[in-house]
């Protein structure tokens, strides 16, 4: 009988090349690059189509002197809150006052209010609003739609790269993604309107979004086991500096068709070293591609300075009885998804578990989104809001393997719906206390969104695992789609985003006790087996992973 992949034991073999040697070095630089890069193309949006502080033009003054805040503006302009009108302003008496020569304020009658349809904007930036007119309160939709349209870009690519990486391999879709999205990148830096923008806008992630999770396989596939939270944790690093060097980037180039540029070229510059890394292990087994595969593992070993032993050159290396692959059983995928969702418990688990990557997306976008709108510098904020991730990261290397999955995923989403809640009891003024409770919620919640990507894979069944993910990733998908529209709800009532943050935090939080604890315990094979886990601790003296 064919030897299924399980059958090789690749974690042993691994073990033998070594758990993290020069091969896996070399892998991990290639593969940094996507991640990078889809930090790039992911998040441009929040400066490409970032609001702008404008006021009305006001004819004859502007014309004389135009600054955003010369001495006659409090005549002619209406104030809000110490801040000019953006589309608003006094109604001129006469024709006179519209004298391109003279600057009369006596001639603006601050009684009457009318609308302008020509602006000052305070700073040289450049961004769809001042390039397309996409201006005043009625088009701020406009603004945040372009996130909306870019995640449900993403929303439509899972489910098609999915296949297409099972059918035609890893390397290949992440070779596919990175030169389409740099060419629809590219080509949005051109754009002539604004639906041309927006439809290339979603475009670029339908093709690109992808990326990130394979990259994240090709990386994490040939690292040995106990190298591999650490593994998670490099490429969780560099994304989280990509975003500050997006912000960096952004902050240096003020034109958003230039920014456009800069971030996406590089994308085809970095085809040809992409092409030199290897194809996924375990997709060649599934493939029956085993010499291949073997060629990749001794490859490995040789850098690395290994020798692979000769039961496991026995495991690897295809046979004549083995060449071909084993008939389907009758126990199919669709069957068996038929009698795992007959499962209430199992339902249940889905249910809590996809409300959880919904809560911890929307949270973790919406703080990233919300970030520019701080008082202070909007770069710098978006930075230094990028940057405290990496704690997050640090703290969970030290203590998720000590304290287990599922009190820390617990601990970090209540902690961040919290703080969340105590940043809108801030006295007005005081940005950098408000700053602080800003990045200590973004921190919390990026420890528990890198403690569900390996909760979740834990918490399934070996046959759904993938399946199961994917579902519970889709509703976290949704959250990414409803995150670029939250800053609207500050229009409403400037706190409610933070407390929509807080509440679904803490909510989510609670609800991950019903999970079942996870820390040294097997991963489970079957729907009976991931069932029968409890949540007690004694699952800690169960056996530990190979």
Known sequence: MPKSEDDIDLDGVLSEIGQFGRFQIRQYGLMVIPIILNAFFTLSYVFTAGSLSYRCHVPGCDDVQTTWHPAWLNETVPMRNGVPAQCEMFAPISNSSLDNDSCDVSNFDTSAVIQCDKFVYEEDEVTIVND???????????????????????????????????????????LISVAGSAVFGILRAYSTSYQMFLVLEFLDPAIGSTMYTTAFILALELVGPRMRVSGNNIISCAFSFAEAGLGLLAMLFRNWRTLLKALYIPGLVSLPLLWMTSESVRWLISKGQREKAFSILKKAANTNKKILSPSAIERLCPSDSESKSEELEDNSFFSLLKDAFQNPGLILRIVNCSFCWFTNVLVYYGLSLNSVTLAGDKYLNFILVSLVELPGFLIMQLILDRVGRRITLCTTMVLCGLFCFMSEFIPTGNHWLSLIMFLVSKMAITMSFGILYIYTVEIFPTNLRQSLLSVCSMFGRIGSMIAPQTPLLAKIWSPLPMVIYGTIGITSGLAILQFPETLNTQLPNTVEEAMSMSTDEKNKDRERFA
Do not use: E, H
């Open 132 to 174: 397309f007119n996409i201006t005043c309160p009625y088009n701020d939709w406009k603004l945040t739609m372009v996130g909306t349209i870019n995640n449900i870009g993403q929303f439509v690519a899972l489910p098609i790269a999915g296949y297409l990486s099972d059918r035609f391999g890893r390397r290949l879709v992440l």
